[in-house]
């Protein structure tokens, strides 16, 4: 159970609405601890939400994906996930939906008579880049990930990526030091 440590009334910090990461006493807090946002992002997943408020904004969460996403198709975009997890974070916010942003590593498993090898967006490899992987929670959806089907496959992967993901059911899944860190960069590291 995901709980939030921090009371942020307690700090003057207004939660009536969503974005609140944006208020001037949580923007003075995130400078000295940026780990802050994790924060906010506890606070959205363990927020007691209404059955009414989940009925309307799924409707209105499956309006908007299919909208971002046809035009996130028309410019077949590689790599775009954190600026469109952003949009649509912004997006919700203004109409009142509360969300957050995760970023960390990726692996996609594919079928054992697929035979293709498993692909992996690792937190710890080589290049210039932000994260790994982004994607957005928005209660009910635990999962909202537009850009996952324009991302860096082989051809042989792609057909077998779905073009988004917006899904209200996770499971508990066990990480490897492989699911996070590019094997390549712990083979350099061990000769060092």
């Avoid at 942020?8 to 969503?18: C, E, H, R």
């Avoid at 959205?44 to 009414?52: A, G, H, I, L």
């Avoid at 909208?67 to 203004?94: P, V």
């Avoid at 594919?110 to 992996?120: A, G, M, Q």
């Amino acid at each position: 159970m995901i709980n939030s440590n921090i009371d942020f009334k307690n700090l003057g910090i207004d939660t009536s609405a969503p974005g609140f990461y944006n208020d001037p006493i949580f923007l003075k807090i995130e400078r000295k601890t940026p780990s802050i946002l994790n924060e906010y992002n506890k606070f959205v997943m363990v927020k007691k939400y209404s059955d009414e408020y989940l009925i309307f904004v799924k409707k209105k969460i499956d309006i908007i994906v299919n909208i971002l996403f046809d035009e996130l198709s028309k410019s077949s975009r590689i790599g775009a996930c954190i600026d469109i997890s952003q949009i649509l974070m912004l997006i919700l916010e203004k109409e009142g939906i509360w969300s957050c942003m995760f970023d960390g590593s990726m692996t996609i498993e594919y079928s054992k008579e697929l035979k293709i090898t498993n692909t992996y967006f690792y937190t710890v490899d080589y290049g210039d880049y932000s994260a790994a992987h982004a994607w957005i929670a928005a209660p009910p959806y635990k999962i909202i990930d537009l850009s996952i089907s324009f991302q860096n496959y082989e051809y042989s992967e792609k057909p077998y990526i779905p073009k988004y993901i917006l899904t209200d059911y996770v499971t508990n899944a066990e990480i490897q030091a492989i699911d996070i860190v590019n094997p390549e960069i712990s083979l350099i590291t061990k000769n060092l």
